[in-house]
């Protein structure tokens, strides 16, 4: 390594992590059986090995100091591509830093900081110049302000992540220019305004997940170009009016995850087209009408979360044929007749099954014994003649939010 990029890496170590007197303990940081965990080195044409990956704060990874900031001296090591900052800057508040002239030769392609309650502050406009970047993730701190225009000339920017913090503003139209986008992430922020037609311009977008934030207006019409989407949400909102048509055409979609909008919609039949669906989740939105048969062909639904809507009507008989259904939660809406479901549907569901809240709905005799779904037992005429104890079944979770994103795209890059 030259020595000014080993000065560089030493003043970097030592103003982060305490864990050794870095200079005397690792004379050759690249040198095998020399280095440390948490440093990467490659070889380049210049014949030295060059520091090419970071990683701070997570074990088996240097621990990073109460008084650490962040050190922007990282952007002056020419060679670094990786650098991973977790949970390190917890008491001293600091802020994301870029030389005011952007870094000369970055080739940097992951930037990760993550839980990082003291990082305050906005993103710096020098973003752009890190010209190689691919993954940002940025996520669970405490950054504010609007995301820079700046950001959206980085085209080779794969995977967003820009979740729990504090930014606010809404998106910009010049999203759609992150055209090899695969990961957008911006949920429990305070984005306002309404979601950018432009995002339909992301064909290789395979998730998007905007919730927890106060967007209004409809899902824009360009959605349906997003043929490659596999997870999409948009929960706890201010979402509302029609869906477009054209959502059908997303038949890659897996997760589809919209509770608490105030949609007052019937819901729309077009879901049912979503062939691939394992997961929808529209609880607490306003629906009204009647369930569509449609949705009795999701073969391949796993969970089924409508809850607290104004949905009438009978529960679709095919229903009880759906053959990967494990959580259903019909729960708080104005539902009547007789539950369509068989003593084996029953048992297999078990608790994941909550009907509660819904006093038109009742139970057959033959298959009620040892069952409880919040329903009550029908008499001969159909009247309702025993109440039975409500499910304990969750109205809202159905498992782990964080286990869906890993679950459906995997990680974009190891770290």
């Known amino acids: 390594m030259p020595s000014s990029e080993a000065e560089t890496l030493f003043k970097i170590m030592e103003s982060m992590s305490p864990d050794h007197t870095w200079r005397l303990s690792y004379p050759n940081p690249c040198q095998p059986g020399s280095s440390w965990l948490g440093i990467e080195c490659k070889p380049a044409r210049d014949g030295f090995l060059h520091v090419s990956r970071l990683d701070f704060g997570s074990t088996p990874y240097p621990t990073c100091k109460k008084t650490a900031t962040f050190p922007s001296k990282i952007f002056n090591l020419p060679y670094l591509e990786s650098v ?46 890190l010209k190689s970047l691919q993954m940002l993730t940025l996520s669970q701190n405490r950054l504010t302000g609007p995301i820079p225009v700046e950001l959206f000339s980085l085209s080779s920017l794969v ?8 930014f606010t503003g809404k998106i910009p139209p010049r999203v759609g220019n992150m055209k090899n986008l695969v990961g957008l992430d911006l949920s429990y922020n305070s984005f306002t305004g309404s979601i950018p037609g432009t995002i339909g311009q992301l064909v290789l977008l395979q998730k998007l997940d905007l919730s927890s934030n106060s967007l209004v207006g409809t899902i824009p019409d360009s959605i349906e170009k997003l043929k490659s989407m596999t997870f999409i949400a948009l929960s ?7 869906f477009p048509k054209g959502v059908s055409k997303l038949q890659n979609l897996q997760y589809f ?12 039949a077009e879901l049912g087209m979503l062939v691939k669906l394992q997961e929808l989740r529209l609880a607490n939105s306003g629906y009204s009408g ?83 779904i919040g329903a009550s037992i029908c008499g001969k005429n159909g009247s309702l003649i025993q109440p039975l104890k409500a499910s304990e079944a969750p109205p809202h979770g159905l498992f782990s939010f964080s286990f869906l994103v890993s679950a459906v795209l995997g990680v974009f890059f190891m770290s």
């Open 159 to 166: 995977h967003v992540d820009f979740s729990y913090n504090m």
């Open 257 to 268: 995850v919209m509770d608490d909008n105030p949609m007052f919609i019937p819901l729309p």
């Open 84 to 129: 991973f900052f977790f949970h390190c800057f917890t008491n001293t508040k600091t802020s994301l830093t870029l030389p005011l002239n952007g870094p000369s030769n970055s080739s940097l392609k992951q930037l990760s900081l993550r839980s990082n309650p003291a990082l305050v502050g906005p993103i710096p406009p020098q973003i752009y110049a």
């Open 236 to 242: 706890n909102n201010r979402l509302s009016g029609n």
């Open 290 to 372: 009647v369930m569509p048969p449609s949705f009795s062909q999701l073969n391949n639904l796993s969970a089924l979360s409508l809850q607290n809507n104004r949905l009438t009507g009978e529960i679709p008989a095919g229903f009880g044929g759906l053959p990967h259904i494990y959580h259903l939660n019909l729960s708080r809406n104005f539902l009547g007749g007789v539950v369509p479901f068989n003593a084996s549907f029953l048992k297999r569901l078990g608790r994941n099954l909550d009907l509660s809240g819904n006093a038109g709905l009742c139970l057959s005799p033959t298959e009620a014994y040892g069952v409880k």
